[in-house]
């Protein structure tokens, strides 16, 4: 595996090393948030979605204390080039973080305000895309942990570009969401909160391009926005 932060050792690099860590950690928590949302999401299990939403905090938390640690560094040791460079896109990867367990969390929202008692004959069954969309987000989501671990540019490139896959699915989620509404399949107020869980996983998808965006960044000194992507947009470094 290769380690993305070398040094000399330094106390500056040490401390690198050991904010980098903790960014890893704090991307475990977020992705782990993110499973367990998409379990309780389609298991419809109010209890697993409590727990996930009150374990948010903890990465709300991590996020500020890993802030604060690389604005410490960037004040005390005044890095520049490569080194301010990795420590610019560590902060903005923290805040991508802290904002994808946000969204797991709102998509537990979509298990917790449903009406259990129900104002429709049969119980809500989410729409295919819907659960094909919770299906692949959650690979895609230990895929970018991955390329963030190894430093991997390369794979970072093929999930950028596995997002146009998310958007068509959310399009066609919203088209089936609305045709069950029409119909009387959904209540309104399940169509509503399907149409936020569609929008929340969408979300977690654009993060997780975002954050493959970061790496590219942090590895090779290019900036790619918005799905841009090129074919030499992984070589320099």
């Known amino acids: 595996v290769h380690h ?80 301010l460079r990795r420590l610019m896109a560590m902060m903005k990867i923290n805040t991508e973080l802290e904002r994808i367990a946000d969204h797991a969390s709102g998509l537990c929202k979509a298990v917790l305000y449903l009406d ?61 969401i609305e045709k069950d509404a029409a119909s009387g399949r959904l209540s309104p107020r399940a169509a509503m909160l399907a149409f936020r869980a569609s929008r929340e996983l969408e979300r977690v998808s654009d993060l997780l391009g975002t954050i493959c965006e970061d790496i590219i960044y942090m590895d090779t000194g290019r900036v790619i926005r918005h799905g841009g992507l090129s074919e030499g947009d992984v070589q320099a470094r």
């Open 4 to 83: 993305p932060m070398p040094g000399k050792h330094t106390e500056f690099d040490r401390a690198l090393d050991g904010l980098y860590q903790r960014l890893m950690n704090e991307g475990a928590m977020a992705v782990r948030q993110v499973e367990q949302a998409i379990e309780a999401f389609k298991a419809l299990n109010r209890e697993a979605a409590a727990r996930v939403r009150k374990n948010d905090d903890a990465v709300d938390a991590e996020e500020l204390r890993i802030e604060e640690e690389a604005l410490r560094l960037i004040a005390t040791h005044q890095p520049v080039a490569r080194d």
């Open 116 to 176: 259990h008692e129900g104002d429709v004959a049969e119980p809500v069954v989410w729409q295919p895309s819907l659960l094909e969309m919770a299906d692949r987000v959650l690979p895609r989501a230990h895929e970018a942990l991955r390329a963030l671990q190894r430093m991997d540019p390369d794979a970072a490139a093929v999930l950028i570009k596995g997002d146009k896959t998310l958007d068509a699915l959310a399009k066609r989620a919203f088209e089936e």
